[in-house]
């Protein structure tokens, strides 16, 4: 179902962008396509979602997660 609905609202080229990140961060991959498929369904967001509005949705999501390494020395 879920697969039938990300035909649904990506282009190709998106599509396989989802797929090349699934292949390196499938829990990422997995968060990515639950988020798509709400802003599709709540209308956020013009239909089908190019591959360069899924990059900004990638970057927006990347610096919500950007975590801070510090490195103490003793």
Same mark, same amino acid.
């Given at each position: 179902? *879920?697969?039938?609905?990300?035909?649904? #609202?990506?282009?190709?080229?998106?599509? &396989?962008? +989802?797929?090349?990140? *699934?292949? $390196?961060?499938?829990?990422?991959?997995?968060?990515?396509? @639950?988020?798509? #498929?709400? $802003?599709?369904?709540?209308?956020? $967001?013009? @239909?089908? #979602?190019?591959?360069? $509005?899924? *990059?900004?949705? +990638?970057?927006?999501?990347?610096? &919500?997660?950007?975590?801070? #390494?510090?490195?103490?020395? *003793?």
């Amino acid at each position: 179902q *879920k697969q039938a609905l990300l035909r649904k #609202i990506l282009t190709p080229e998106a599509r &396989q962008r +989802l797929v090349n990140i *699934k292949m $390196v961060r499938p829990d990422y991959a997995d968060q990515l396509e @639950l988020q798509l #498929i709400q $802003v599709a369904q709540s209308g956020r $967001v013009k @239909l089908p #979602i190019t591959d360069e $509005v899924l *990059k900004r949705m +990638l970057e927006q999501v990347q610096a &919500q997660q950007q975590r801070e #390494i510090r490195i103490r020395r *003793k």
